[in-house]
């Protein structure tokens, strides 16, 4: 999102509680936006510091920790006069789970917002029950850039490892023997090598790129994984791994009409 409001004209700051989260990709970050790191609360933020505040995406509005109000509905900025948005904010889940006290904080804090808008299409009904607004269905924000800047991104980056045959890249979040085994199959079954990769916090962003962009094929849990392998026109399935994902790959899946390569832990895959 930072890139696309650069192309707009506007200077992006990120604002984030947890540096250490983001280590191994503060320099690429520094490139894209201005990272701001809260050292104890978001009262740091002044008023005049920022002339639009803008809630951004992935799980957004999914119940992490204590700072929930805060980055999610922004409620240290609840009497600013500046113009406020949510862009494509996601629940994380496919039912509503938060309180009814949470309900009314959030119904509260987002009445003087300018514009509100999700990822999801099954979160609109949610939202619209609990939290009486309506928002509109929006991309996931790496989906508004044209592709070639991401080629650019690793235009003189050669990775950790170069593949030189073709091979099946496994991209997940975590440990994941469910993957490795499918991939490992599916590897044998095609006569491709295959790259496994499990992220963690020394991860690139440049290593996710490069690895798809050179890739066969794709198998992944990921919603991001997904993603970018339709970015670069990958053949690729995606099984995740429990219910709490299923609303954003089922929509993810009506939005691509890429439903058939979408599976659910526990679904039968036919890998002919």
Same mark, same amino acid.
């Given at each position: 999102?930072?890139?696309?409001?650069?192309?707009? &004209?506007?200077?992006?700051? *990120?604002?984030?509680?947890?540096?250490?989260?983001?280590?191994?990709?503060?320099?690429?970050?520094?490139?894209?936006?201005?990272?701001?790191?809260?050292?104890?609360? +978001?009262?740091?933020?002044?008023?005049?510091?920022?002339?639009?505040?803008?809630?951004?995406?992935?799980?957004?509005?999914?119940?992490?920790?204590?700072?929930? +109000?805060?980055? #999610?509905?922004?409620?240290?900025?609840?009497?600013?006069?500046?113009? %406020?948005?949510?862009?494509? #904010?996601?629940?994380?889940?496919?039912?509503?789970?938060?309180?009814?006290?949470?309900?009314?904080? #959030?119904?509260?804090?987002?009445?003087?917002?300018?514009?509100?808008?999700?990822?999801?299409?099954? !979160?609109? %009904?949610? *939202?619209?029950?609990?939290?009486?607004?309506?928002?509109?269905?929006?991309?996931?924000?790496?989906?508004?850039?044209?592709?070639?800047?991401?080629?650019?991104?690793?235009?003189?980056?050669? &990775?950790?490892?170069?593949?030189?045959?073709?091979?099946?890249?496994?991209? !997940?979040?975590?440990?994941?023997?469910?993957?490795?085994?499918?991939?490992?199959?599916?590897?044998?079954?095609?006569?491709?090598?295959? +790259? +496994?990769?499990?992220?963690?916090?020394?991860?690139?962003?440049?290593?996710?790129?490069?690895?798809?962009?050179? !890739?066969?094929?794709?198998?992944?849990?990921?919603?991001?994984?997904?993603?970018? !392998?339709?970015?670069?026109?990958?053949?690729?399935?995606?099984?995740?791994?429990?219910?709490?994902?299923?609303?954003?790959?089922?929509?993810?899946?009506?939005?691509?009409?890429?439903?058939?390569?979408?599976?659910?832990?526990?679904?039968?895959?036919?890998?002919?």
């Amino acid at each position: 999102i930072s890139i696309k409001l650069k192309e707009l &004209g506007y200077i992006p700051y *990120i604002i984030g509680t947890r540096k250490k989260r983001h280590n191994s990709n503060i320099t690429f970050i520094n490139q894209t936006s201005n990272l701001v790191i809260i050292k104890n609360n +978001y009262s740091e933020i002044r008023e005049d510091d920022y002339d639009v505040l803008m809630v951004n995406s992935d799980q957004t509005w999914r119940k992490w920790d204590e700072h929930f +109000y805060d980055y #999610a509905f922004l409620k240290f900025a609840k009497n600013w006069k500046i113009k %406020k948005f949510v862009y494509g #904010a996601s629940i994380g889940h496919d039912k509503w789970k938060l309180s009814k006290k949470d309900d009314q904080i #959030a119904k509260n804090l987002l009445k003087n917002f300018t514009g509100i808008s999700v990822r999801e299409e099954g !979160s609109i %009904k949610l *939202i619209k029950k609990h939290l009486k607004i309506k928002p509109i269905l929006v991309l996931d924000p790496t989906l508004l850039i044209d592709k070639t800047y991401y080629f650019d991104i690793i235009k003189d980056y050669q &990775g950790k490892q170069i593949m030189k045959g073709k091979y099946i890249f496994m991209y !997940s979040t975590f440990k994941n023997q469910l993957l490795r085994n499918l991939t490992k199959k599916a590897g044998e079954l095609l006569n491709y090598d295959i +790259y +496994y990769y499990e992220l963690n916090n020394k991860s690139l962003i440049q290593d996710f790129i490069f690895y798809i962009v050179n !890739s066969q094929a794709v198998i992944t849990h990921s919603f991001h994984g997904s993603i970018f !392998s339709i970015i670069f026109n990958k053949t690729f399935i995606t099984i995740y791994h429990n219910r709490d994902a299923k609303e954003r790959f089922k929509s993810l899946g009506k939005t691509f009409q890429i439903q058939q390569r979408l599976f659910e832990r526990g679904d039968n895959i036919n890998f002919e």
